[in-house]
């Protein structure tokens, strides 16, 4: 079972099986990726949570967090342009992890990703209705609270977090060039706001506002960092549309790191002007922090266009976040790791339409009944255990297939790969005991999924080709792979 378990996958089949009759639209380009990264990264990460950071953990030295989250990012995202490169295959870590290590430790990262996204996608949601209710109320239209809280925060049930999940689906199911292009105006507006921020900001920074500069000290520093970590999760999406990319050796990596780069010169520069705009103290128990500070300062025009930009930058989070889900589901599907309907391509929008529609349902469920702090800590949690199991593969791989032709090659290798998981390891430590109890309870429960239904269903064990599948079930579930016909 030992050696089963670590099987591995090669580049050749997962590539082979991405030609089958059936397969996705290659629609997207280097400006759409970098589009798709700055969508999901630029959102609650900057609208959200600078407050939270700033008042709770960071203090003026938020800038600092926001480095420190960055140089583990940026160290993964080179390990993740390597792989993306070279494997242009959706699945994003899920599939990085099968070539290198073997199934196990592939289905570890698919369970990680499908926590991360989830749990990601209802945070955001949960952040949209919150800023959805504060501009009804702004216009003299009053939700009633019961109905924009989940249970544990006074109310019965989110509604518009799981109506807007419910919207975005929909746009999804649709097809990714229509989820392209809405992302594109919605980044540009969001993009426009955050820059109207730091116009608006930038004269009116009082430098004293930055003494004590890390009142917290290191410590606070670095759990800033793990609390903010939540605002860079987003350009592992890219990787997740592989098989939609039109050239991916060159735009998959082009998207990764352009994206990153800009969003993190985004953050730096709306951290500091934050802080020093309003004393850090005050962002506390503010879950609107530009608008915030923009009201401080005399401009409420301006704090009514930043309530919508969060609005829109919000919604183009959600809009990634639930692709890359989705497809992470489909290529899990495909490999037998889980059931073929969640490798079912629809013919006429020739997107993953039952797996983004049950996704939809169970992040929709999420948004409505959790509260947020839970949601925000678990996505992670997830993400830096994924990011660390990515930058190892890369070093096996190294080893393994030396010769392998690269696209991109990342930097300094094992140095690079080395750092990232040190940091994500750093990070995973300073967030709550709590949260590392619930993680250690999910990948548990993801072992049992495994063992008592991957293990004999996997592609490359035979076990879902004895004869259970419909031969009209080809070309549209995961069964149908060249594997699977030998």
């Known amino acids: 079972m030992t050696r089963k378990i670590f099987r591995t996958k090669s580049i050749n089949e997962f590539i082979s099986e991405t030609q089958k009759e059936?397969?996705?639209?290659?629609v997207l380009g280097t400006f759409e990726l970098t589009m798709l990264g700055i969508g999901c990264i630029i959102g609650t990460g900057i609208f959200v949570l600078t407050g939270v950071a700033a008042a709770d953990y960071a203090g003026p030295a938020l800038i600092i967090s926001f480095i420190i989250a960055a140089i583990a990012c940026g160290c993964a995202a080179l390990c993740y342009s390597e792989f993306a490169a070279m494997v242009p295959v959706a699945g994003s870590a899920y599939t990085y992890g099968y070539i290198a290590l073997g199934e196990f430790w592939a289905w570890v990262i698919g369970w990680d990703l499908i926590l991360e996204y989830a749990f990601a996608i209802g945070a955001v949601a949960i952040g949209w209705s919150g800023y959805?209710?504060?501009?009804?109320s702004n216009i003299g239209i009053n939700l009633p609270a019961i109905l924009t809280n989940a249970p544990y925060a006074?109310?019965?049930v989110n509604l518009p977090a799981m109506?807007?999940?419910?919207?975005?689906?929909w746009i999804n199911?649709?097809?990714v060039r229509q989820s392209s292009s809405v992302n594109n105006v919605i980044v540009a507006i969001k993009l426009a706001v955050v820059?109207?921020?730091?116009?608006?900001g930038f004269s009116n920074v009082n430098p004293d506002n930055w003494h004590p500069f890390m009142?917290?000290?290191?410590?606070?520093?670095?759990s800033g960092a793990s609390v903010i970590f939540f605002a860079y999760i987003g350009f592992d999406a890219v990787s997740t549309a592989a098989e939609e990319v039109k050239d991916p050796q060159k735009d998959l990596p082009r998207g990764i790191i352009l994206s990153l780069i800009i969003c993190t010169v985004l953050y730096i520069i709306v951290s500091a002007i934050l802080t020093g705009m309003v004393p850090y103290l005050e962002f506390k128990g503010q879950a609107a922090p530009v608008a915030f500070a923009l009201q401080q300062v005399g401009y409420h025009w301006g704090a009514a266009i930043i309530s919508v930009g969060a609005i829109c930058g919000l919604t183009s989070v959600l809009l990634v976040m639930l692709f890359g889900q989705s497809r992470i589901l489909f290529v899990m599907s495909r490999d037998g790791?889980?059931?073929g309907i969640f490798g079912h391509i629809n013919q006429k929008y020739k997107t993953p339409a039952r797996s983004s529609l049950i996704i939809g349902i169970i992040t929709a469920i999420v948004a409505g009944f959790l509260p947020i702090g839970i949601v925000a800590e678990l996505t992670n949690i997830g993400t830096l255990c994924a990011f660390m199991i990515v930058a190892a593969a890369v070093i096996v791989l190294r080893k393994k297939a030396p010769d392998r032709p690269r696209a991109f090659k990342c930097p300094w290798v094992p140095v690079v790969p080395a750092l990232a998981i040190i940091f994500c390891g750093i990070l995973i430590w300073m967030l709550p005991v709590v949260t590392q109890i619930r993680f250690i309870v999910w990948l548990i429960l993801g072992l049992i999924i495994y063992f008592g239904y991957s293990y004999d269903h996997s592609i490359i064990s035979g076990g879902l080709f004895s004869g259970s599948m419909k031969p009209s079930d080809q070309h549209t579930t995961a069964a149908d792979s060249p594997t699977a016909k030998k």
Do not use: Q
């Not at 959805?132 to 009804?136: D, E, T």
């Open 163 to 169: 109506l807007i999940i419910a919207l975005v689906t």
């Open 215 to 222: 009142p917290y000290g290191w410590n606070g520093v670095l």
């Open 154 to 156: 006074g109310g019965i």
């Open 132 to 136: 959805f209710a504060n501009i009804m």
């Open 337 to 339: 790791l889980l059931p």
């Open 22 to 26: 059936g397969g996705m639209n290659k």
């Open 195 to 200: 820059l109207l921020f730091i116009v608006l």
């Open 173 to 175: 199911i649709m097809g």
